[in-house]
């Protein structure tokens, strides 16, 4: 299995290329337009891995381990817009169940113990909790069970399993008659940090985005995305500075990415569309599918191009093209 991860930044038109796969014959799109965050999210798997191997402590596993278990109850317990407008629960129950199961594949030592960090952060339940089974129960620390001590087992052993946990839940959301050689995932990884966020993938290929950052604001702005600094131009510019000025994916050449322009794209598809497909191994020309969620439509898409014009005043455009000159697409 084919796993293909579409990046960009916030309102780079990634998004396109993602509905575009997903209505190929030969794709299957597990979460629909919604986006895969379990690798890449802070408390998800590559925040476990990290805390486990490239900052070693007695207990940084053990506490990572918490917040991976808390933040996949929360994913497992959140609603996401199917459409303009349902909400549904995005991941099947078995997710917290799968996490648990691979957590315990990996664990190498494990004890229940108490210490400092764990004390000063027991919740007003835990603490009541705690007193109650010492004082009345006559339990000691092992027989209550309140907090573990976990430490892994080897890397090798952390990223196979999480590549089956990762199947698991990805297969458990594709339909049977829908199971196809290839899975498509929208920002299903981090794109400051694209291969080490996307190991836990079968053979993943990583398509990366770009677009011009005065529609890159302006898509912001009338929008007023949630995570990004939609509301100061200045602002806007210097996290796009420090985020991307620097950053060696678009100069390195590594058979894992391929980066894009959203402009080529909308100007060019075919030619754009034969590099994805070398790029892939997959045919050019296959049948294309209508979904429900998707509207995958070149000719609307354009009129994105220049966006800019309509939602940005004079003083907003003259910053951006003088401040990153390097970046403009047109």
Known sequence: MQTVIVLGTH????????????????????????????????????????SAYNNPGFFNTSFAVSNFLY???????????????????????NLLIEAKKFLNKITDVQYFAIPHYKRINLSTFEKIQLKINKKIFSKNLPEIKL??????????????????????????NIQKNQIRRNIVLNNAGDILNPIETTKYYSKPKIIVVSRDPRDIFASMKSRESLATPWYNVDIFINWYKKCFERNTYLKQQNSKIINLKFENILKNFEKENSKICKFLSIKERVKMEKKNYFNFDIATSKKNIGKYKIFLNKNEIKKIEKQLKKFLSY
């Open 71 to 93: 933040y996949l109850k929360n994913l497992q317990n959140a609603k996401e817009y199917k459409n303009e407008k349902i909400k549904v629960y995005l991941y099947k129950k």
């Open 11 to 50: 309102n780079s038109g990634s998004g396109l290329i993602h509905e575009y796969l997903s209505c190929r014959s030969d794709f299957s799109s597990p979460f629909g337009h919604n986006e895969f965050k379990i690798c890449s999210d802070p408390g998800g798997l590559n925040y476990l891995y990290n």
């Open 147 to 172: 907090n573990s001590i976990i430490l892994f087992q080897d890397k090798e052993k952390f990223i196979k399993e999480a590549n089956i946990f990762i199947n698991k839940i990805l297969i458990s």
